[in-house]
């Protein structure tokens, strides 16, 4: 992504326009003075039309993602100047490059027009009836993207003002606009900080930076925008940093995020194991009466709530939870939404390859599409080795339909989320295998060809 790309006839990236009774427009000529040497490299800007005089100051260090964009105003007439001083920051936007998340479509990699204004992140989409224009603090404004942020904010702490925000196919764009008053010969400065790279909430968090504030100067009382509150996991949120954290512990003793999205898994099998043992159980109980309710089925065939109702009282009667086979199932669910989000939105994963040339991103869909087909076909396999509780048209759409619509939709998902679910999956085969065989096991009859005893109400055995 080009961070500087100019938005046609639009204000240049970070150019200054001054609103009011003595316009500055936004085609200003300036002079140009570049310097370099000691821990920073600076490039001054300077203009002057009509009363003013416009000085702008753009310093990095030499490493790192932080800027300092310090703007002074004069008004060099002999009238007090007032009016409204304008910061734009734009980028124009290749369509073939971008597209919006969909069902089918995967995860979408769009970027928004950005402003945090008093508590609230504003942030536009394309698409968006109108631009948005927002009034309050100002704490940054920028471009925020998937897993990269272009964002300026107040050094000297929020200032009030107002945002606007405008959001095309083709192009991104927000203005922060912030009352001016400058009287006869004096000089308004305003200072902002800049951050343009990774959205890694670590870096984000210590922002400005120490080489930063060393480069320009500062004092440690600098204000800290919250940008890293633009790594949004929405209500996932507690269980995203939890699996990034597990994730992590497994990427720092394998350095391979394909390998820590396995060992995940197997934590959480193992985290689930005594649920999936009750749900085994429960699905061997509604196993034993398949026959009864196939009677049932037969004797109700035409009326299919009167089936349902009898099936009902079967469970009642032998104090079966049909639903004790989904548990395990159900739980999963927030896991693998969790992941999906966190794929999604986490710079940690971003571009991370698996194994070699094949897997290079994992955020990314599978691009020989390997891993959502074995997901698939495993899918299948796990469905036909569980005990049928349904009749045999619900038997064949949850066999072969369900995975079919699954393996569809993971085709452009993030190949870690098709990663996850296929090792579930082979880890899930290898459970029922084992716990079956358990069970098969202890639920056989004792030696000498009798039934297992079993108390009687009088308290005598049998």
Same mark, same amino acid.
């Given at each position: 992504?080009?961070?500087?790309?100019?938005?046609?006839?639009?204000?240049?990236?970070?150019?200054?326009?001054?609103?009011?009774?003595?316009?500055?427009?936004?085609?200003?000529?300036?002079?140009?003075?570049?310097?370099?040497?000691?821990?920073?490299?600076?490039?001054?800007?300077?203009?002057?039309? /009509?009363?003013?005089?416009?000085?702008?100051?753009?310093?990095?260090?030499?490493?790192?993602?932080?800027?300092?964009?310090?703007?002074?105003?004069?008004?060099?007439?002999?009238?007090?100047?007032?009016?409204?001083?304008?910061?734009?920051?734009?980028?124009?936007?290749?369509?073939?490059?971008?597209?919006?998340?969909?069902?089918?479509?995967?995860?979408?990699?769009?970027?928004?027009?950005?402003?945090?204004?008093?508590?609230?992140?504003?942030?536009?989409?394309?698409?968006?009836?109108?631009?948005?224009?927002?009034?309050?603090?100002?704490?940054?404004?920028?471009?925020?993207?998937?897993?990269?942020?272009?964002?300026?904010?107040?050094?000297?702490?929020?200032?009030? /003002?107002?945002?606007?925000?405008?959001?095309?196919?083709?192009?991104?764009?927000?203005?922060?606009?912030?009352?001016?008053?400058?009287?006869?010969?004096?000089?308004?400065?305003?200072?902002?900080g800049g951050y343009l790279g990774p959205k890694d909430p670590d870096l984000m968090a210590v922002v400005p930076g120490p080489e930063l504030r060393q480069a320009a100067g500062l004092g440690e009382a600098v204000f800290h925008p919250k940008l890293e509150d633009t790594v949004d996991f929405g209500?996932?949120?507690?269980?995203?940093?939890?699996?990034?954290?597990?994730?992590?512990?497994?990427? /720092?003793?394998?350095?391979?995020?394909?390998?820590?999205?396995?060992?995940?898994?197997?934590?959480?099998?193992?985290?689930?194991?005594?649920?999936?043992?009750?749900?085994?159980?429960?699905?061997?109980?509604?196993?034993?009466?398949?026959?009864?309710?196939?009677?049932?089925?037969?004797?109700?065939?035409?009326?299919?709530?009167?089936?349902?109702?009898?099936?009902?009282?079967?469970?009642?009667?032998?104090?079966?939870?049909?639903?004790?086979?989904?548990?395990?199932?159900?739980?999963?669910?927030?896991?693998?939404?969790?992941?999906?989000?966190?794929?999604?939105?986490?710079?940690?994963?971003? /571009?991370?390859?698996?194994?070699?040339?094949?897997?290079?991103?994992?955020?990314?869909?599978?691009?020989?599409?390997?891993?959502?087909?074995?997901?698939?076909?495993?899918?299948?396999?796990?469905?036909?080795?569980?005990?049928?509780?349904?009749?045999?048209?619900?038997?064949?759409?949850?066999?072969?339909?369900?995975?079919?619509?699954?393996?569809?939709?993971?085709?452009?998902?993030?190949?870690?989320?098709?990663?996850?679910?296929?090792?579930?999956?082979?880890?899930?085969?290898?459970?029922?295998?084992?716990?079956?065989?358990?069970?098969?096991?202890?639920?056989?009859?004792?030696?000498?060809?009798?039934?297992?005893?079993?108390?009687?109400?009088?308290?005598?055995?049998?």
């Open positions: 992504m080009n961070l500087a790309q100019p938005v046609p006839n639009e204000p240049l990236p970070l150019s200054v326009t001054i609103e009011g009774a003595s316009p500055l427009p936004k085609n200003v000529p300036y002079t140009v003075e570049e310097k370099k040497g000691g821990g920073a490299e600076s490039v001054t800007f300077t203009g002057r039309q /009509g009363p003013w005089e416009v000085v702008k100051v753009l310093q990095w260090p030499h490493e790192g993602f932080e800027l300092t964009y310090t703007i002074q105003v004069k008004n060099t007439s002999g009238q007090p100047q007032n009016g409204e001083l304008q910061v734009h920051y734009g980028r124009a936007i290749d369509p073939n490059f971008e597209h919006a998340p969909s069902f089918f479509g995967g995860v979408g990699n769009l970027s928004r027009s950005a402003c945090w204004v008093d508590e609230k992140l504003h942030n536009m989409n394309p698409g968006d009836d109108k631009p948005e224009d927002t009034k309050g603090q100002i704490h940054f404004f920028g471009i925020n993207q998937q897993y990269f942020l272009s964002a300026l904010y107040p050094l000297d702490g929020p200032r009030p /003002g107002h945002c606007i925000l405008t959001a095309t196919p083709t192009a991104r764009q927000v203005t922060a606009a912030f009352p001016l008053s400058v009287g006869a010969g004096e000089t308004v400065t305003l200072r902002l209500i996932w949120a507690v269980i995203c940093k939890i699996l990034l954290g597990i994730m992590k512990f497994f990427h /720092g003793l394998t350095g391979n995020w394909g390998v820590a999205i396995i060992l995940l898994t197997v934590v959480v099998k193992l985290v689930l194991l005594p649920l999936t043992y009750r749900s085994m159980v429960s699905m061997e109980e509604v196993k034993k009466l398949q026959p009864r309710m196939e009677e049932i089925r037969k004797k109700f065939a035409d009326n299919r709530e009167q089936q349902n109702v009898e099936i009902m009282k079967l469970y009642q009667e032998a104090k079966v939870n049909p639903l004790g086979g989904c548990l395990p199932l159900l739980i999963q669910m927030p896991v693998w939404i969790a992941l999906f989000t966190a794929l999604r939105n986490s710079f940690d994963l971003y /571009g991370e390859p698996f194994f070699g040339p094949i897997w290079r991103d994992l955020t990314y869909k599978d691009p020989t599409y390997l891993l959502p087909l074995a997901l698939g076909i495993s899918m299948i396999i796990t469905q036909k080795m569980q005990p049928q509780m349904m009749d045999a048209t619900q038997a064949k759409i949850m066999t072969w339909f369900v995975p079919g619509i699954f393996t569809l939709t993971l085709l452009q998902y993030p190949a870690g989320l098709s990663l996850y679910i296929f090792t579930n999956n082979i880890l899930s085969i290898a459970q029922q295998y084992g716990l079956r065989k358990w069970l098969d096991r202890k639920n056989k009859p004792q030696a000498g060809g009798g039934t297992p005893a079993v108390a009687t109400a009088g308290g005598k055995r049998k």
